[in-house]
């Protein structure tokens, strides 16, 4: 099964770039939350930030990014 689309969200960053960039080689979708997808965006990586998904909002001040039935729906 090829993977399609990676949600990354981190609060340690150290190689998440790396990561990335690999997924971004295989074609990989990658979406992302806020500190995690200026990272990557600043790393010259393709990224398309979670908040940009319709009918989504932040929670608890932005520290549930996550947490929605569309991430989760793909989780599953």
Known sequence: MK?????ISVS??????AFAR???RYGVD???TGGT????????????EISTFPAFREVLEGRNK????????GCL
Do not use: D, M
């Open 3 to 7: 993977i399609a689309r990676a949600l």
């Open 22 to 24: 690999a997924l971004e």
């Open 37 to 48: 997808a200026e990272l990557l965006k600043k790393e010259k990586i393709l990224v398309r």
């Open 66 to 73: 996550t947490l929605h039935q569309p991430a989760h729906g």
């Open 30 to 32: 990658i979406i992302s």
């Open 12 to 17: 340690n960053k150290t190689g998440i770039a």
